[in-house]
C-alpha cells in the first residue's frame, strides 16, 4: 500500500510560479515510477510528466516541456513539480500517481495508487 500526499496548488497569475509537493509512504517506492496527471473540468486526466524514483531520466507532455521541472527529494520521499510560466490551460486538478510498470508511464491506467489531487488555478 502507498499513500500520496499533494500539497502546494493554489491561484497565480498568468505567467507566475507553483511548486507541487508529493509526499509518498508506504511500500518501497524504489524502483516505481512517480508519475503527475491533471485533469480540467468536463475533460480526461491527462499526463504531465512522470520520472523514475531511482533514476535521473524524466518526461514532459509536450504542453509543458520547458516549463514543468519534476524533482524528488529521496530522504525526505517526497516529488516535486515546480510549475513556471503558468497559463490559464493548466488550470486543473494536478494528481501524483505510481506505478511499477516502465511501460506505459503516460497512461493513466497503468497506475497503481494516487493522491487525492490538489488545484491549480491560473488566472488571466
Known amino acids: 500500500q502507498v499513500r500520496l500526499v499533494e500539497t502546494g496548488g493554489g491561484l497565480v497569475q498568468a505567467g507566475g510560479s507553483l511548486r507541487l509537493s508529493c509526499a509518498a509512504s508506504?511500500?518501497?517506492?524504489?524502483?516505481?515510477?512517480m508519475g503527475w496527471f491533471r485533469q480540467a473540468p468536463g475533460k480526461e486526466r491527462e499526463f504531465v510528466s512522470a520520472?523514475?524514483?531511482?533514476?535521473?531520466?524524466?518526461y514532459y507532455a509536450d504542453s509543458v516541456k520547458g516549463r514543468f521541472t519534476l524533482s524528488r527529494d529521496n530522504a525526505k520521499n517526497t516529488v516535486y513539480l515546480q510549475m513556471n510560466i503558468l497559463k490559464p490551460e493548466d488550470t486543473a486538478v494536478y494528481y501524483c500517481?505510481?506505478?511499477?510498470?516502465?511501460?506505459?508511464?503516460?497512461?493513466?491506467?497503468?497506475?497503481?495508487?494516487w493522491g487525492q489531487g490538489t488545484q491549480v488555478t491560473v488566472a488571466s
Open positions: 500517481a505510481v506505478t511499477w510498470d516502465y511501460t506505459n508511464f503516460r497512461s493513466k491506467d497503468t497506475y497503481d495508487y
Open positions: 520520472g523514475t524514483w531511482s533514476g535521473p531520466t524524466t
Open positions: 508506504g511500500r518501497t517506492l524504489s524502483m516505481c515510477v
